[in-house]
C-alpha cells in the first residue's frame, strides 16, 4: 500500500506546481512552437524549483513520493500547456519511478537523489530503427570479463538531449533481454537529434549509436534476462501516465469549447445554443468523465500493491481514442479560427497524436489485454475485491 504524501503537503505542492505551469511556463507556448526548441535555461529551473522532478523518487531520496493517484492530477495538469514540456516531465518521472521500483540500492542511492532535483535524469532505450521491441532487439550486450560490452542501435529515445542516464534494453543471449544503465560520456556511446515532430514541439526523440560500449556488470539492473519483466513493469504503470496525459489535454480541449460556445455568437445566439455543438460537446464530457473513472480505477489498485497489466492497457488505449475524439470535437466546435494558432485548439490537436505511440501503438494495446483476459486475468473492483491471481 502506498499512500503518498499527507493532504496538506500535497496540497501546497499542488499550489506551487500550478503557479509553475500556468504563471511560468504556459507564457513560452508560442516561442516554443516558433522555435521548435524548449528554453532550458528557463523551464530546468521552474521545474527544479517546483519540485516537479522529484514527484515519483521516494522521499529518502529527496523526491515527494508521491501515490500514482496524487501524481496522475499532475501530469494531467502539465498535458493543458506546450506538449514539450509535458514530455519532459512524463519521461523523467515515468523512469526514475522504474528504477526506485527495478534498481538494487546502490543504483538508486547513486541516481535518485539527483532525479529528485532535476540533476541527473533516465531516459528509457528501447526503440530500434530495423528491428521491433521487447525480445524482437537488435542491440546485444555480451559480457568480457568484469565489464558488458554493448553494440547498436536506438532511435525515438525521448528525453535523449537531457538524460543523464539510459535504461539500455539489450539481447545478453540468444533470447535473453536484459537492461543495463549506460551513463552519458561513456565512450562509444553517440547521441544524435532527429528531425523535429509534428506536435510536443521541442521534446527531443534522439539516436543512439553503441560501438563497443563498456559498462561495468554493476549496471545491470536485476538479474540477466530479467528485461522483458523489467520492461513490463516499467510500461505498465508509464501507459496509465499517458492516459493521464490524455485526459489532462481532453479537458483543456473541452473547457476552451465550452467558453467558446458561448462568446461565438452568429445569427444573433450564441452557438452553444445550437443542438448539433451540444451534441459535441456532451461527447467531448462523456469522454472525459468515462477516462476520469478508469484512471481512478488503475491508480488505486497500483496503489494498493496490484499489477494491473490489462487495466494499464485498456485505460492507455481508451485514452487515446478519447482525447483523439475530443481534440477532433473541439476543432468542429471552433471552427476556422481552431485551425490557426490564435487558440490553443490547434496545438493541443497535434499533441496529443502522440499518444497514439508512446509507449505502445494500439495493436500493442489490444494484444495485451487480450492475452490477460484469455489467461484468466480478471479486472475486478479496485475497492474491496480480492486480487486476481
Not at 33 to 62: H, K
Request: aromatic share 8%; with cysteine.
Amino acid at each position: 500500500m502506498h499512500e503518498g504524501l499527507p493532504e496538506p503537503e500535497y496540497r501546497k505542492l499542488w499550489d506551487t506546481i500550478s503557479s509553475a505551469i500556468w504563471d511560468e511556463l504556459d507564457p513560452l507556448e508560442q516561442r516554443i512552437e516558433s522555435e521548435e526548441r524548449i528554453p532550458y535555461d528557463v523551464v530546468l529551473p521552474v521545474l527544479r524549483e517546483s519540485g516537479t522532478f522529484g514527484l515519483l523518487v521516494p522521499r529518502e531520496y529527496g523526491g515527494s513520493g508521491l501515490s500514482i493517484a496524487q501524481y496522475l492530477p499532475i501530469i494531467a495538469e502539465f498535458a493543458k500547456i506546450q506538449g514539450g514540456l509535458r514530455v519532459i516531465v512524463h519521461v523523467h518521472n515515468s523512469f526514475a519511478h522504474a528504477l526506485s521500483e527495478i534498481g538494487n540500492a546502490e543504483q538508486q542511492a547513486a541516481i535518485l537523489p539527483g532525479a529528485a532535483t532535476g540533476e541527473r535524469s533516465l531516459a528509457f532505450a528501447l526503440t530500434e530503427p530495423e528491428h521491433g521491441s521487447g525480445a524482437d532487439l537488435g542491440t546485444t550486450a555480451r559480457r568480457d570479463g568484469a565489464d558488458y560490452v554493448i553494440d547498436g542501435r536506438k532511435w525515438l529515445i525521448t528525453n535523449s538531449d537531457l538524460a543523464s542516464h539510459f535504461l539500455v534494453l539489450a539481447k545478453t543471449g540468444t533470447a535473453e533481454v536484459s537492461a543495463l544503465l549506460v551513463e552519458r560520456d561513456t565512450p562509444g556511446f553517440g547521441i544524435e537529434p532527429l528531425p523535429e515532430t509534428m506536435g510536443c514541439k521541442g521534446g527531443e526523440h534522439g539516436e543512439l549509436t553503441f560501438d563497443g560500449v563498456r559498462v561495468p556488470a554493476s549496471a545491470l539492473v536485476g538479474a540477466e534476462g530479467q528485461g522483458q519483466e523489467h520492461l513490463e513493469r516499467a510500461l505498465e504503470i508509464s501507459r496509465v501516465f499517458i492516459a493521464a496525459s490524455s485526459l489532462g489535454t481532453a479537458e483543456r480541449s473541452l473547457e476552451l469549447s465550452l467558453q467558446h460556445a458561448q462568446d461565438r455568437v452568429t445569427f444573433g445566439k450564441p452557438i452553444g445554443q445550437r443542438q448539433a455543438v451540444q451534441r459535441y460537446l456532451a461527447e467531448m464530457a462523456i469522454d472525459v468523465y468515462a477516462l476520469r473513472g478508469m484512471l481512478a480505477d488503475a491508480a488505486a489498485k497500483w496503489d494498493a500493491g496490484r499489477r494491473i497489466p490489462a487495466e494499464s492497457s485498456m485505460v492507455k488505449q481508451f485514452g487515446l481514442e478519447a482525447v483523439g475524439r475530443v481534440t477532433d470535437r473541439a476543432l468542429l466546435v471552433h471552427g476556422g479560427i481552431g485551425y490557426t494558432r490564435r487558440v490553443p485548439i490547434e496545438r493541443l490537436y497535434r499533441d496529443a497524436r502522440l499518444n497514439w505511440l508512446e509507449e505502445g501503438t494500439p495493436t500493442i494495446q489490444y494484444m495485451v489485454a487480450a492475452r490477460e483476459l484469455l489467461s484468466g486475468y480478471t479486472f475486478d473492483d479496485a475497492f474491496g475485491a480480492s486480487p486476481a491471481t
